[in-house]
């Protein structure tokens, strides 16, 4: 890039490399140039736990076949639900 002595600013068109000697040198990876100075790298998410409730629920007790089921565990009408909705086939049918 080309630089005039009078103004101390960077002209350079790269972002990043800076050719005229104006600019100093990024600090790390991720920091972005303002026109003025390095700014910082910005928000970075930290990892999540993955758990959304760490509260234990107590075990529940189906209607039809008086079932205990954990928090975990998951009914083969459900299982069969969640695959249809995945293969995008219809939903089945239960006849009482």
């Given at each position: 890039?080309?630089?005039?002595?009078?103004?101390?600013?960077?002209?350079?068109?790269?972002?990043?490399?800076?050719?005229?000697?104006?600019?100093p040198?990024?600090?790390?990876?991720?920091?972005?140039?303002?026109?003025?100075?390095?700014?910082?790298?910005?928000?970075?998410?930290?990892?999540a736990?993955?758990?959304?409730?760490?509260?234990?629920?107590?075990?529940?007790?189906?209607?039809?076949?008086?079932?205990?089921?954990?928090?975990w565990?998951?009914?083969?009408s459900?299982?069969?639900?969640?695959?249809?909705?995945k293969?995008?086939?219809?939903r089945?049918?239960?006849?009482?």
């Amino acid at each position: 890039g080309s630089s005039s002595s009078n103004s101390k600013k960077c002209t350079c068109d790269d972002p990043y490399k800076c050719s005229c000697g104006l600019r100093p040198p990024r600090p790390s990876k991720g920091h972005k140039w303002d026109g003025e100075k390095w700014g910082g790298k910005g928000h970075k998410q930290k990892g999540a736990s993955g758990q959304t409730s760490t509260v234990a629920t107590a075990a529940k007790t189906t209607q039809v076949g008086k079932t205990q089921i954990s928090e975990w565990q998951k009914l083969p009408s459900q299982l069969l639900d969640a695959f249809c909705k995945k293969e995008r086939r219809p939903r089945p049918k239960y006849k009482s």
